[in-house]
T-cell receptor, first 114, second 114 residues
Framework: SAVISQKPSRDICQRGTSLTIQCQVDSQVTMMFWYRQQPGQSLTLIATANQGSEATYESGFVIDKFPISRPNLTFSTLTVSNMSPEDSSIYLC???????????FGPGTRLTVT | AQTVTQSQPEMSVQEAETVTLSCTYDTSENNYYLFWYKQPPSRQMILVIRQEAYKQQNATENRFSVNFQKAAKSFSLKISDSQLGDTAMYFCAFIAGRDDKIIFGKGTRLHILP
């Protein structure tokens, strides 16, 4: 399995500001995903980060609010823009290899918006 | 619609006991993969066990095993000789067809009591 790191591990931000979360993998992977998880709840997929093209967003998530970059096969960023307290959550990235049908997760970023 | 149902929101068992977590799923695909993920309080999502739907033999990983009943669309997780470190939220999930997106259940919070 891949070793995945996320930065920052946690942050407290003021409303109206933006935070960029980084996801780094120790090997090249085909698939990278971004999830949001409210405390004690299941995971909600935000988008699939595509290398070399725009991310594919799930219903209810838009690029202006959650811009995503994926410059190469080992790195991706998720920005949470113009934050409000409703954005307080855990954000996780996951990686997978097309055809292997399994995903591995980063340690998550706990975001609190005040 | 593809769904995963975990009917036990929370469970508690004594250390060293055996516990079974229930999961049912729904998909019209014939080719899919089933997973159990563990998320301890540290929030790192860990892949516990994986089952390919085309395999009749139930997957096992040390103290963790599954009971896969394809016709009933059931995929339960058995933890033998439970340990305090097994305390976590457990998510049942699957990937179906050609899509690499994971569908998660709502999770079962498992407490192992000393």
């Amino acid at each position: 399995s891949a070793v995945i790191s996320q930065k920052p591990s946690r942050d407290i931000c003021q409303r109206g500001t933006s935070l960029t979360i980084q996801c780094q993998v120790d090997s090249q992977v085909t698939m990278m995903f971004w999830y949001r998880q409210q405390p004690g709840q299941s995971l909600t997929l935000i988008a699939t980060a595509n290398q070399g093209s725009e991310a594919t967003y799930e219903s209810g998530f838009v690029i202006d609010k959650f811009p995503i970059s994926r410059p190469n096969l080992t790195f991706s960023t998720l920005t949470v823009s113009n934050m409000s307290p409703e954005d307080s959550s855990i954000y996780l990235c996951s990686v997978g290899t097309s055809g292997r049908y399994e995903q591995y997760f980063g340690p998550g970023t706990r975001l609190t918006v005040t | 619609a593809q769904t995963v149902t975990q009917s036990q929101p929370e469970m508690s068992v004594q250390e060293a006991e055996t516990v079974t977590l229930s999961c049912t799923y729904d998909t019209s695909e014939n080719n899919y993969y089933l997973f159990w993920y563990k998320q301890p309080p540290s929030r790192q999502m860990i892949l516990v066990i994986r089952q390919e739907a085309y395999k009749q033999q139930n997957a096992t990983e040390n103290r963790f095993s599954v009971n896969f009943q394809k016709a009933a669309k059931s995929f339960s997780l058995k933890i033998s000789d439970s340990q305090l470190g097994d305390t976590a939220m457990y998510f049942c999930a699957f990937i179906a067809g050609r899509d690499d997106k994971i569908i998660f259940g709502k999770g079962t919070r498992l407490h192992i009591l000393p």
